[in-house]
């Protein structure tokens, strides 16, 4: 069964504090590696898709990257506006539902 | 603003009721998803429609069910409402249902079963 685990639950930064959040996952035959932000109340709201080990892609202050059994997605610089709750989700061969991690819940500290 | 809307945003009821979420996708999208989400479970995949039929499963119930209609919004009906069925309810959209494309969330539906 598809496994997908996210680390730390929570992490508080200080703004500027860079850090990186981490999803690791076990899946037969990872089609895609997606990450999503979500609000509190709101929808998940897409950021990045990876599909093979090396990829990297960035936008704005973020920046995630994938390897064979997991992908980081770094923060750097954060702002306040960076808060909110970091989902990892994967997407295997068979099928096309989404499997995600619990989330890590991030608060930046002005 | 994903494109994806839901209504209503909100639903109190009572357990043993019946409530009916409805979806409507982004244009020019033609498959929707549904998930549920609770604080002690996270996402989870509940369904999938392309084009007005059934296309994947996932933790879905059986007082649940789900429709996709020829205008292509969609509708989740909940029945035999229990306590723990008290959760978010999501839609999201993508153009053709197939793997690797992003799915678009919508604002998402709260249900409070009393």
């Known amino acids: 069964e598809d496994q997908v685990t996210q680390s730390p639950e929570a992490l508080r930064l200080q703004e500027g504090e860079s850090s990186s959040l981490n999803c690791s996952y076990t899946?037969?035959?990872?089609?895609?590696l997606f990450w999503y932000r979500q609000d509190p109340g709101k929808g998940p709201e897409f950021l990045f898709t990876?599909?093979?080990a090396g990829e990297e892609k960035e936008k704005e202050r973020l920046k995630a990257t994938l390897t064979k059994k997991e992908s980081f997605l770094h923060i750097t610089a954060p702002k306040p506006e960076d808060s909110a709750t970091y989902l990892c989700?994967?997407?295997?061969?068979?099928?096309?539902?989404?499997?995600f991690g619990g989330g890590t819940r991030v608060l930046v500290k002005p | 603003d994903s494109g994806v809307t839901q209504t209503p945003k909100h639903l109190i009821t009572a357990t043993g009721q019946r409530v009916t979420l409805r979806c409507s996708p982004r244009s020019g999208d033609l498959s929707v998803y549904w998930y549920q989400q609770s604080l002690d479970q996270g996402l989870q995949f509940l369904i999938q429609y392309y084009n007005g039929e059934e296309r994947a499963k996932g933790n879905i119930l059986e007082r649940f069910s789900a429709q996709q209609f020829p205008d292509l919004h969609s509708e989740l009906n909940l029945s035999s409402l229990e306590l723990e069925d008290s959760a978010l309810y999501f839609c999201?959209?993508?153009?053709?249902?197939?793997?690797?494309?992003?799915?678009?969330f919508g604002p998402g539906t709260r249900l409070l079963v009393l």
């Open positions: 999201a959209s993508s153009p053709s249902g197939d793997f690797q494309e992003t799915q678009y």
């Open positions: 989700a994967v997407q295997q061969s068979a099928g096309n539902k989404l499997t």
């Open positions: 990876l599909y093979s």
């Open positions: 899946v037969s035959g990872l089609r895609g």
